[in-house]
């Protein structure tokens, strides 16, 4: 079994920055990539940012340029650093972890974007 586990959201205010910390651990053989996706109220889940085992990332277009997507894949953890939060950018942020071909998901973060 493998157990993924978000930190760091919070209430920020617009212009803001947060980190969003993620760690996998349990029976990890192979992790292939790791991602950020998020949940406003009343809508769909949406990806935010994905990163594979080789590094290479991608972006929701919502977020280019302002979000930045890393890992650690010794210690199987990836971040997310958000710059410039704006009040759209407020969710529950999730993490899931791609491990054997199999989809882990965190609980969730609450990130809020509020003056």
Same mark, same amino acid.
């Given at each position: 079994?493998?157990?993924?586990?978000?930190?760091?959201?919070?209430?920020?205010? !617009? @212009?803001?920055?947060?980190? /969003?910390?993620?760690?996998?651990?349990?029976?990890?053989?192979?992790? +292939?990539?790791? =991602?950020?996706?998020?949940?406003? !109220? @009343?809508?769909?889940?949406? /990806?935010?940012?994905?990163?594979?085992?080789?590094?290479?990332?991608? +972006?929701?277009? =919502?977020?280019?340029?302002?979000?930045?997507?890393?890992?650690?894949?010794?210690?199987?953890?990836?971040?997310?650093?958000?710059?410039?939060?704006?009040?759209?950018?407020?969710?529950?942020?999730?993490?899931?972890?791609?491990?054997?071909?199999?989809?882990?998901?965190?609980?969730?973060?609450?990130?809020?974007?509020?003056?």
């Amino acid at each position: 079994q493998v157990q993924v586990v978000e930190s760091g959201g919070g209430l920020v205010q !617009p @212009g803001g920055s947060l980190r /969003l910390f993620c760690a996998a651990s349990g029976r990890i053989i192979s992790m +292939y990539y790791m =991602s950020w996706h998020r949940q406003a !109220p @009343g809508k769909q889940r949406e /990806l935010v940012a994905i990163i594979t085992a080789d590094g290479v990332t991608n +972006y929701a277009d =919502s977020v280019k340029g302002r979000f930045t997507i890393s890992r650690d894949n010794a210690k199987n953890t990836v971040a997310l650093q958000m710059n410039s939060l704006r009040p759209e950018d407020s969710a529950v942020y999730f993490c899931n972890a791609n491990v054997g071909r199999v989809n882990y998901w965190g609980q969730g973060t609450q990130v809020t974007v509020s003056s």
